[in-house]
């Protein structure tokens, strides 16, 4: 379960308040995938974020009774003058992971090679994703924090990605935002539409699309 107890989101930007949520409450629960939908700007990731404890509220509390991912792929938590290999260890203990079975599978994931022992502020785009991807995949979640799904590397690597993300969601929840809605239905049961600062559960994700098409009208 992800609980939003009157959580408020601001952030202020030389000299500009913008408000991303407003006292918002709000609970999902397990067994149930969610797509989260919004126009332009009105706070998808930054909300995906706070449900994965990569941000911290302004106000209130996000309470976490399972075991979440951080955003799919995302990257942001790596030190980038610590290597590759370094990172993998740091992480896996963070999450009380064997550190040699999670630097066995993403050694072999992501296929680095000898860059696993080179500083990641070295690595270019791609590697640093392939890094991130299959960090990603040797921890087992509860539940997957999913920001857009985007293509890794080439076509090859690009197909044992969509297998290993096959198996890992096959047995856990998933909240995720898309600009495709039919992503959308294909992985969400319900949906949380974000505007003016509310978030709204829709126990039918179709109902969700159809507010969110009108708002972005």
């Not at 980038?80 to 079975?101: K, L, S, Y």
């Not at 299959?134 to 509860?142: E, K, L, T």
């Not at 690009?158 to 998933?174: L, M």
Request: glycine residues 10%.
């Amino acid at each position: 379960m992800i609980r939003l107890d009157n959580v408020t989101k601001i952030y202020k930007t030389d000299g500009y308040r913008r408000v991303i949520l407003d006292q918002a409450s709000l609970t999902l629960k397990p067994g149930v995938s969610y797509g989260i939908l919004g126009i332009n700007g009105a706070g998808k990731s930054t909300t995906l974020r706070l449900m994965a404890g990569c941000e911290m509220p302004t106000r209130g509390r996000v309470i976490r009774t399972t075991r979440i991912s951080w955003p799919l792929g995302f990257g942001g938590g790596f030190h980038p003058f610590m290597t590759g290999r370094e990172n993998v260890i740091f992480v896996a203990r963070i999450h009380g992971e064997d550190p040699r079975r999670v630097l066995a599978f993403v050694e072999d994931f992501a296929e680095l090679g000898d860059y696993m022992n080179v500083p990641i502020r070295n690595y270019s785009s791609g590697m640093g994703a392939r890094l991130a991807f299959g960090m990603s995949m040797a921890i087992p979640f509860d539940c997957y924090i999913v920001d857009e799904i985007t293509g890794v590397g080439d076509a090859r690597f690009a197909k044992r990605c969509e297998e290993v993300w096959s198996q890992r969601r096959a047995n856990a929840d998933i909240i995720m935002c898309s600009h495709s809605m039919d992503t959308i239905r294909d992985y969400a049961q319900q949906g949380i539409v974000l505007a003016n600062g509310r978030a709204v559960i829709y126990p039918d994700v179709n109902d969700a699309i159809e507010v969110y098409q009108r708002l972005n009208q």
